[in-house]
Each structure stands twice: as structure tokens, then as C-alpha cells.
């Protein structure tokens, strides 16, 4: 793979790791059951870390993140 599409990767990953914590925080705010609320807070946390270690590794490759992300 080369660099380009490496980097096109990690964007693609990093957006959709955003893209699966709104989804899980929006289950939060729907969830009427505690401990499912629990669970769906969960995911988010862990989507929102996933996102978080994408980008570090992004940036070990040179490379900025845009603020938005």
C-alpha cells in the first residue's frame, strides 16, 4: 500500500469511528433500560478512544488532523 493510501485509510477509519460513537450516543438518549444506557455509553467511550489512537498513529506518520477531527 502506498503512502497516499495509507493516509486515505486512516481518514476513512477516523471518521468512521466518529461516525459510530454519534450513533451509540444517540442509542444512549433513546435507551429507556439503565443498563443498556450503560452499555451503549460504553461503546461510545471505546469508539471515541479507537477514534483517538487513529489519530495519533496518523500524526506518527507526519501527518496533522484537521481541528474538526
Same mark, same amino acid.
Given at each position: 500500500?502506498?503512502?497516499?493510501?495509507?493516509?486515505?485509510?486512516?481518514?476513512?477509519?477516523?471518521?468512521?469511528?466518529?461516525?459510530?460513537?454519534?450513533?451509540?450516543?444517540?442509542?444512549?438518549?433513546?435507551?429507556?433500560?439503565?443498563?443498556?444506557?450503560?452499555?451503549?455509553?460504553?461503546?461510545?467511550?471505546?469508539?471515541?478512544?479507537?477514534?483517538?489512537?487513529?489519530? %495519533?498513529?496518523?500524526?506518527?506518520? %507526519?501527518?496533522?488532523?484537521?481541528? %474538526?477531527?
Amino acid at each position: 500500500m502506498d503512502r497516499n493510501s495509507l493516509l486515505a485509510t486512516f481518514r476513512i477509519a477516523i471518521d468512521r469511528e466518529e461516525e459510530a460513537a454519534r450513533f451509540y450516543k444517540e442509542l444512549v438518549e433513546k435507551a429507556d433500560d439503565p443498563e443498556v444506557k450503560k452499555l451503549f455509553q460504553q461503546f461510545a467511550f471505546d469508539e471515541t478512544s479507537h477514534r483517538e489512537s487513529l489519530k %495519533g498513529l496518523y500524526r506518527d506518520l %507526519g501527518e496533522t488532523v484537521s481541528p %474538526g477531527d
